[in-house]
């Protein structure tokens, strides 16, 4: 059997991947595709402990599933704020909706 | 309260009434405002004669009670709470304190009454009757004295009332001109005129109703104020002769020489109500009060003399005797019927009026010392002398009657010298008879030479100057019949005049006063004589100058008669002129017996003869009142001297009248050296501006201006001011360091710090998540060290 360790620095991974993703992505959609992978990466690890944790319990694939659902849900949320920011600005560059600075 | 009190107090009321009235309310309406001023007094004059009869009624039916109670009406009312020295309920000074009265202990029991006072003022709201010592009470009374002066003054002023709406062109084109005389249209200020006309009658009706010397110097006063702001009435008036006073100097010039009489007087009256404990004249003049005020002032009698010439000071200087005279003639600037009203009527028969009225003062003074004696009948005995050789080189007409008037004065004075009462009361009378009547007999002509003056469009000569007159008998014959009387009672023309009888009292007095053995009786006498002879002579002078022979100028070429307002006062006063002496012929006249009887000199001698009785008895006074016996020298000299006056007088300027042109005889006469002396009125007024008022504006102009005020008091002023900023100098330049600049400092300091700290807020969305992985890692990385125990030893 894989030993836990090899889920865990696969998720960890795209986890970095995600949050890289975020940190350096200038497209707003490419972003927030960033953000969908860190939280799969979160499933993984919820997953990956529940079979090696209690199994008998679905509780980890339980979560996972919530996790999906707001993940469905900030995906179609933020969309549309993006298509939106876009009608208005013509942009979905991330840099350049800085309104709210100082 | 009686009837007749009632009558008294409002005597005065009804001018001041009309004067609060036109000024108040009715100012623009000219025919109301003259008419409620003509109400005023004349409602004045029928309570004052109401009064004034129902006196003379009670003597001529006892004259024993009016002599026992000469104060026939006397109401008063509480009327200002004072820390009373003496505290007696009755008022009179010494009754309580009589034996301890003198300087030191007087203050004692002033503090110890004082604190007695001080309790009781916290209840004693209302007037206590019965405690009249601690309350100063203002009232009325009614003597023979205040009779005849309520007799006289409100008719001479009524008389001068009438006669001033006919002056001012009443119904005439209305005049534009502010602050000059409109010659021909009428006043514009017309209703302010009879405003202050009303004020002047009711100020002096106060004056003569007063019962304190208090409320008689308030009187007093608003005539002082009334005479300039009317000697001042056309005060827009400019003359090109530098040497003419204008009127608005002229009032300044009235004002502040009667100022320094009044200043002298009040302080008369403080000394006055120190000495007696009281104001009112009928308490303070009986023999028990003088008694105890001779020992209660310092230098006893003498003392008492003092305190009368100090208010003697302000009758010098309200009735114009020398050295005080020489605003009298400037006064001449107001409009005549206001000449009139000074002259005759009012203010300076106030100065004699207060002789009068302080007479028993005065007695003691004459017995005290001869000082005083000789320094009253020498002032009234020069200023009539003086003033009547000034008067001989005068030119205008009304010049001239202002210095008669000021001479008449000096026989009253001198007549107050030489003790004789009654006689100068008498002189006071019949002379504000005749006096207004001339007055307003000159205000007369001077209008139709105005009215000459326009017809021939000449502006440039005097119509006051007699000079240019002549022949103005035909043109205005009422003028010149009332003139004429006038002059002849100003003359003393022998028998029918009344200025000849009362004279003629004067002249007996004096005479009598020496036959007593008094040298001061026959300087008055002699002084006197030569006056009387004088005014015989320049009124003879006036006389035919103004109204003989044929015209000198245009101006008199074309004069006319003056309308009815003015002529019907002239024609009433005429009478009295003359009617006024018949009260007065002595009762021995001509050494008979029973067929006269001297009215006037039992009346009003009534009003002293039971005091003066009493006070003759214990040596404080040098006569009673009593009846001179007839004696034929005084009598044939005030014939000598009016026959001969008028006689050298129709000598000189009647039987051949000047011609146009043609110097007066006068100056051949008495050498142009001795003439000019006498026109320009001895120098006094050259003297006085030379002696006073030179030094007086050097000294406020160098001295109390320069060297004090700009000087010293500002340069003290300056020093605090230089001081003080520099002092704020340097706080300023701290503050501006410290709380400016500091503060300043500080903010900058802050702003620097947000401007550096603003950019974390870069709106960047990424940044913030970046920041969020950086925080996250160092907190999750603190925790884990801490877990690990690594950080034990830093954190303990």
């Keep these: 059997m894989i030993p836990l360790s090899w889920y865990l620095l696969v998720a960890a991974a795209l986890f970095c991947i995600g949050l890289y993703g975020i940190l350096a992505r200038r497209n707003a959609v490419a972003m927030l595709m960033a ?58 560059i991330a840099e350049e909706l800085d309104i709210l600075k100082y | 309260m009686e009837l007749l009190e009632l009558l008294t107090w409002l005597i005065p009321v009804g001018p001041l009434a009309a004067f609060a009235v036109i000024l108040l309310l009715t100012a623009k309406n000219r025919t109301l405002s003259f008419i409620l001023a003509w109400a005023g007094i004349f409602i004045a004059l029928v309570l004052s004669w109401i009064v004034s009869f129902n006196v003379f009624g009670d003597f001529l039916a006892d004259g024993h009670a009016v002599a026992e109670e000469p104060v026939r009406v006397h109401s008063s009312v509480a009327w200002l709470p004072i820390g009373d020295y003496y505290g007696d309920p009755q008022g009179s000074a010494f009754a309580a304190a009589g034996d301890e009265a003198h300087g030191a202990e007087a203050g004692d029991h002033g503090a110890e009454e004082e604190g007695h006072h001080g309790e009781e003022a916290g209840h004693a709201v209302v007037p206590d009757e019965t405690k009249s010592g601690t309350w100063f009470r203002m009232g009325v009374a009614v003597d023979p004295l205040t009779a005849v002066m309520l007799f006289m003054v409100p008719f001479a002023v009524f008389m001068i009332f009438i006669y001033s709406v006919g002056y001012h062109n009443f119904g005439a084109q209305p005049g534009k001109f502010l602050g000059i005389p409109n010659h021909g249209m009428e006043e514009p200020m017309f209703s302010r005129f009879f405003a202050l006309m009303s004020l002047f009658g009711g100020a002096m009706l106060t004056l003569v109703v007063a019962d304190n010397l208090l409320l008689l110097f308030v009187g007093w006063e608003i005539m002082g104020f009334c005479s300039y702001a009317l000697i001042g009435f056309w005060y827009a008036r400019d003359y090109d002769s530098p040497k003419r006073l204008s009127p608005r100097r002229a009032a300044v010039k009235a004002f502040m020489t009667t100022r320094i009489a009044d200043v002298i007087m009040l302080l008369g009256i403080v000394f006055f109500y120190r000495t ?67 002259h005759a009527a009012a203010m300076v028969s106030a100065g004699v009026y207060l002789l009068l009225r302080i007479f028993p003062l005065i007695a003691v003074a004459l017995e005290a010392a001869p000082g005083f004696g000789w320094t009253i009948a020498f002032i009234g005995a020069f200023t009539a002398l003086m003033s009547a050789t000034i008067a001989v080189a005068q030119y205008d007409v009304k010049g001239v009657l202002a210095y008669s008037t000021i001479s008449q004065l000096g026989f009253m004075v001198a007549a107050i010298g030489v003790g004789a009462y009654i006689a100068a009361a008498f002189h006071l009378i019949t002379h504000a008879f005749f006096k207004a009547l001339l007055f307003l007999c000159s205000g007369s002509v001077i209008h139709g030479m105005e009215h000459g003056a326009e017809h021939v469009h000449d502006h440039h000569s005097d119509p006051q100057d007699m000079r240019l007159m002549g022949g103005l008998k035909d043109k205005m014959p009422i003028t010149f019949w009332a003139f004429l009387i006038g002059g002849m009672a100003l003359s003393g023309f022998p028998i029918v005049t009344a200025g000849f009888w009362s004279k003629d009292e004067i002249f007996a007095d004096a005479w009598y006063n020496f036959l007593e053995g008094s040298p001061v009786g026959l300087f008055v006498f002699i002084m006197l004589a030569l006056s009387a002879f004088l005014t015989a002579f320049y009124t003879t002078r006036q006389l035919a100058l103004t109204f003989a022979g044929k015209p000198r100028s245009p101006l008199a070429e074309h004069a006319h008669e003056s309308n009815s307002y003015m002529t019907t006062p002239l024609v009433l006063l005429s009478i009295f002129a003359v009617a006024a002496g018949w009260f007065g012929i002595p009762d021995n006249f001509l050494g008979t017996d029973g067929i006269f009887y001297n009215y006037f000199h039992h009346f009003v001698g009534a009003t002293l003869e039971e005091s003066f009785h009493v006070l003759y008895e214990l040596h404080l006074i040098p006569h009673e009142i009593f009846t001179l016996p007839f004696m034929i020298v005084p009598l044939v000299t005030s014939l000598v001297v009016a026959l001969g006056g008028i006689y050298l007088g129709w000598v000189m300027y009647a039987r051949k009248p000047l011609e146009e042109g043609q110097p007066d005889p006068m100056i051949g006469i008495l050498t142009p050296a001795l003439h000019n002396f006498l026109h320009n009125k001895w120098y006094w007024d050259e003297l006085y501006q030379a002696v006073f008022v030179r030094p007086a504006v050097f000294f406020s102009e160098v001295i109390a ?30 503050e501006l360091a410290v709380f400016n600049d500091g503060i300043d400092w500080v903010k900058d300091r802050f702003l620097d710090l947000s401007r550096e700290f603003r950019t974390f807020q870069s709106g960047k969305i990424q940044e913030y998540a970046l920041l969020s992985v950086l925080i996250a890692f160092v907190f999750t990385a603190f925790i884990m060290l801490v877990n690990a125990g690594i950080l034990n030893g830093i954190l303990n």
């Design chain 2, 705 to 734: 201006y320069e060297l004090v005020d700009r000087t010293l008091i500002d340069g003290i002023l300056h020093l605090v001011a230089r001081t003080i900023f520099g002092v704020g100098g340097y706080v300023r330049r701290f």
């Design chain 2, 276 to 342: 007696f404990g009281t104001l009112n004249f009928s308490a303070a003049f009986t023999p028990e009060s003088f008694q105890n005020a001779i020992q209660a002032t310092a230098f006893g009698a003498v003392g008492l003399g003092l305190m009368a010439m100090m208010l003697f000071s302000g009758a010098v200087g309200k009735s114009a005797q020398f050295p005080l005279h020489v605003w009298l003639p400037d006064a001449m600037e107001g409009p005549t019927p206001v000449s009139a009203v000074i």
């Design chain 1, 35 to 92: 953000v969908e992978l860190a939280l799969n990466a979160v499933n993984i690890n919820l997953v990956a402990f529940w079979r090696y944790g209690n199994p008998s319990q679905p509780v980890g694939v339980a979560w996972a599933i919530f996790v999906l659902t707001v993940a469905a849900a900030e995906a179609a949320v933020g969309l549309a704020l993006i298509i939106s920011i876009y009608r208005q600005r013509d942009s979905v």
